[in-house]
């Protein structure tokens, strides 16, 4: 085999690695949970001035293998918390009790918040040793409330979800 001829490969070479890389992408990009896009605050629907806002933010964790835990607001479901993804509901001013559910231990934790008209709060919905959170033995899911700092800077990390 001449030099031109390996010249010719190696340049074949070069092209097909490009392209293979542009094809895993374009199925990972098809392969994205319905429903879930980049945070984008234009898509943001503006808050009605008689409401409060909670935001519920969740990483995706590679350990965490239990799913899509439901949230409650005083005992009430209000939401399904999605690996990656962040989704709001507007609620009425007042006192509010936030807990997730748990797959193997329940823990009794929870964020308790008074919202106010206008207010935002973010909380995180998160998976971990229970013994942080008040029980012995396993892991278990829980929910823990951000500074609107770091609630809103993690916000632009996550997939928006909507207001589900």
Sequence with gaps: MGIREEIMIIR???LLAPAALGFCLLVLLACAPPGTEPMSEAQIPSLAPEMARVWFLRDKDP???HGMP???ANSQPIGRSRP????????????????VQSYDIQTGQRVALKLTAG??????IGWGASWQHGAAGGE???VQAFSPELGQAHLRALSY???T
């Design 12 to 14: 074949r070479g070069h």
């Design 63 to 65: 350990q965490e293998q």
């Design 70 to 72: 439901i949230i409650y």
């Design 84 to 99: 990656g993804t962040a989704f709001f509901r507007d609620v009425p001013p007042g006192s509010y009790a936030f807990t």
């Design 119 to 124: 207010a935002q709060a973010y909380l995180d």
């Design 140 to 142: 278990t899911f829980y």
């Design 161 to 163: 979800a909507g207001s």
